[in-house]
């Protein structure tokens, strides 16, 4: 595992011209969305455009449908036994290869995505307000967090699967997440049933609820572990699986 920054650079130079125009494609998409959005509301009669809040969503939509379903085929050559082998056999480090399309889908493609909405809702909104006064407290890093995790999760999805990653993942994100949120529900209930109030003889229901102890634990003991988790551990987790997913290509 070696990293060399005259090699890395080679490698994105290298990217950006075999792949000009796949990238070409995205971008004129993205920009092509926002403008068909702007027609359809005056062909419909609709101001709202004119308004900061109505970006609000736009801008998650762009970054989280088109910044995930970038990330999705940001290692395309995977669909084919030659593609793949022809990308392995690139001359840098696997770490490079791997940093580079990592870079690619969660910092320079959302960026283009943030500055395009950005600059598209400052031309039409009319009056002082911004895209960016209607995300009020820590929403921001909170949905850049939920991004990270995301972008994570359909890295190694882009790796794992050659074809369809982005319905794939998806599905098999939806699964793993309901499967690991119903395990630790049942661990919590089993562990700690003495800080609810109410029947568990059959099971969790309505009529159980947690008490004041055990909100107190929630807030001061749960809630802070797993902020911690998601923060620092999770997506750092993915991504080193991701990498060694990548390595396992090699075989």
């Known amino acids: 595992m070696n990293f060399n920054i005259t090699r890395f650079g080679n490698l994105i130079k290298r990217d950006f011209i075999t792949h000009k125009k796949a990238l070409f494609y995205a971008m ?5 969305f926002l403008v068909f959005i702007i027609l359809f509301a005056r062909i419909t009669g609709s101001e709202d455009f004119r308004h900061a809040s109505f970006w609000k969503p736009v801008y998650l939509g762009f970054l989280f449908v088109l910044g995930l379903s970038f990330t999705s085929v940001i290692f395309r050559e995977f669909k084919t036994p030659a593609g793949r082998v022809q990308f392995l056999s690139l001359p840098a480090s696997n770490l490079e290869k ?11 493609f959302p960026m283009f995505i943030v500055l395009s909405v950005w600059i598209t809702s400052s031309m039409v909104v009319s009056g002082e307000s911004n895209l960016w006064d209607h995300f009020h407290g820590d929403e921001l890093f909170y949905i850049s967090l939920g991004f990270v995790l995301l972008h994570a999760s359909m890295f190694i999805y882009a790796i794992w699967f050659n074809n369809l990653v982005a319905f794939k993942g998806t599905i098999f994100g939806l699964v793993a997440t309901l499967a690991f949120a119903g395990i630790m529900a049942g661990l919590f209930w089993l562990i700690f049933n003495d800080l609810f109030e109410g029947s568990f003889r059959a099971g969790p229901s309505e009529y159980v609820s947690m008490n004041a102890e055990g909100q107190a634990f929630f807030k001061h003991k749960v809630q802070p572990v797993g902020e911690f988790l998601i923060k620092f551990f999770v997506a750092p987790y993915l991504w080193v699986v991701s990498y060694f997913k990548m390595k396992e290509k090699e075989a």
């Open 28 to 32: 004129v998409s993205t920009i092509g």
């Open 98 to 108: 791997w940093a580079s399309r990592w870079l690619y889908s969660l910092f320079l």
